[in-house]
């Protein structure tokens, strides 16, 4: 089965940096787009970026754009969220994402059919 497995998620100070990882198996990576998203306490999941299969389109919610990179090594099964500039609204659990076939809504996370277990962002003020 497709299995999602994120790391790299800390506790920082706002202004400094972190990269998650995420890598996947039980599929053929490089077919797929990736997305993370994010979820804080008592709020929805909301999108935060997306890679399409070869790396070489990339979607970034407003919130993050020009902060965060998103970036994915098809040899490595794995997809990396780059982020910088962090702030304390950025503090969330963090998730990746892909979806089972092709999908254009990149945005919408109820069209994402596999997840990983999320890993925890915190960000000090």
């Known amino acids: 089965q497709v299995q999602l497995v994120e790391s790299g998620g800390g506790l920082v100070q706002a202004g400094g940096s972190l990269r998650l990882s995420c890598v996947v198996s039980g599929r053929t990576f490089s077919n797929y787009l990736m997305a993370w998203f994010r979820q804080a306490p008592g709020k929805e999941r909301e999108f935060v970026a997306a890679i399409n299969w070869s790396g070489r389109t990339t979607y970034y919610a407003d919130s993050v754009k020009g902060r965060f990179t998103i970036f994915r090594d098809n040899a490595k099964n794995t997809v990396y969220l780059e982020m910088n500039s962090l702030k304390p609204e950025d503090t969330a659990l963090y998730y990746c994402?892909?979806?089972?076939?092709?999908?254009?809504?990149?945005?919408?996370?109820?069209?994402?059919?596999?997840w990983g277990q999320g890993t925890q962002v915190t960000v000090s003020s």
């Open positions: 994402a892909t979806p089972r076939a092709l999908l254009s809504a990149y945005s919408d996370h109820s069209r994402y059919d596999y």
